[in-house]
């Protein structure tokens, strides 16, 4: 007996719906938690949690904060690269800050929640914070050496040409002393709260300063990684805190470098990406070979 057109087809429809609903709602699934389970991938698949003494302290795939009750660093910890991801390291916002080369004028509103810094005067406020805890050069070029950007919106006579009238420094609010007193023969005023000095026709002039070339402090200890993240922080960025970890924890600098070496990964199949140092290992290691004094 040949059934109706209508039925053959929802018949077929039906039948396409149970093949798949078995192959990619029952077989793919069980296919992956099977290979989940395959010594050498079991780890990652459960988080690549780490324990000490039974408690877990975190994952060597999210990075963390070493830092006291007030948001301070630990001296006796390696710090870990800046994070954008809710209040640092959130795996449920997972985020950048979207902020890109452009942000060097910070929003000044004397309100601390309306207010925000660009990206220029953030990374200058870390690798400034940076220097002072690990005790290395801290100045990076267009930055004020109160660790802000150094910017000055110039306004001229005829708007973008003429004569320097007047000169603000964006990013330093009064009572703050300008990072330089004069620009062109003008008087370099402090910058102050609810004014836009771009709208008011400023032209907006990046100061490179004395800084040197190179940093000594590096990029990743002052930016955020896409993800906000990232467990790793490079080798240069492990060396400058070194010092510090050493004579926190009353080691040998030369033994904390060991550590520092064994976990530190290379590059993805010799040529991907660049070494890098999980930052949560090391210091699992360090409070098992130099507890705190």
Same mark, same amino acid.
């Given at each position: ?8 087809q ?27 389970? =395959?010594?050498?991938?079991?780890g ?13 302290? !975190? ?5 963390? /904060?070493? +830092? &006291?009750?007030?948001?301070?660093p =630990?001296?006796?910890?390696? %710090? ?6 809710? &209040? #640092?390291?959130d795996? +449920? ?6 902020l ?7 929003? $000044? ?23 002072e ?17 150094? *910017?000055?919106?110039?306004?001229? @006579?005829?708007?973008l040409t003429?004569?320097? $009238?007047?000169?603000? /420094? ?9 990072? =330089?007193?004069?620009?062109? #023969?003008?008087? *370099?005023?402090p ?6 000095? *771009?709208?008011?026709? !400023? ?17 990743? @200890? ?11 922080? /490079? ?5 400058? %805190? ?25 590059? /993805?199949?010799?040529?991907? #990406? ?7 290992? *090391? ?7 130099f507890?705190?004094?």
């Open positions: 007996m040949r059934l109706p057109s209508w039925l053959s929802h018949l077929a429809a039906l039948r396409a719906v149970l093949v798949f609903t078995v192959l990619l709602g029952l077989a793919y699934p069980l296919a992956l938690v099977a290979v989940g389970r =395959v010594p050498g991938l079991d990652k698949a459960d988080g690549s949690v780490v324990t000490v003494d039974g408690k877990t302290v !975190g994952s060597s795939l999210i990075g963390q /904060s070493f +830092t &006291d009750a007030d948001g301070n =630990v001296p006796r910890y390696f %710090q870990s690269r800046p994070s954008a991801a809710g &209040d #640092g390291y795996p +449920t916002a997972t985020a950048a800050s979207n890109g080369p452009e942000s060097v004028v910070d929003t $000044i509103t004397g309100d601390e929640e309306t207010s925000a810094q660009s990206l220029l005067t953030q990374v200058c406020a870390r690798s400034r914070a940076v220097g805890l690990d005790g290395v050069d801290g100045r990076r070029p267009y930055c004020t050496p109160d660790g802000v950007g150094a *910017v000055l919106a110039v306004f001229r @006579a005829d708007g003429g004569r320097t $009238i007047r000169v603000v /420094s964006v990013n330093q609010v009064a009572p703050a002393t300008p990072f =330089v007193t004069s620009w062109q #023969g003008v008087p *370099v005023e910058a102050q709260p609810n004014h836009d000095y *771009v709208a008011e026709g !400023g032209i907006v002039t990046p100061v490179r300063g004395d800084a040197p070339a190179v940093p000594a402090v590096p990029a990743d @200890a002052v930016t955020a990684s896409g993800s906000g993240l990232d467990p790793h922080i /490079s080798p240069a960025y492990a060396e400058i %805190q070194v010092a510090r970890v050493a004579r926190e924890r009353g080691a040998d600098p030369a033994a904390v470098r060991k550590l520092v070496a064994e976990h530190t990964t290379g590059r /993805s199949l010799g040529f991907m #990406g660049e070494p890098a140092v999980n930052v949560l290992e *090391v210091n699992v290691a360090l409070d098992e070979m507890p705190a004094r």
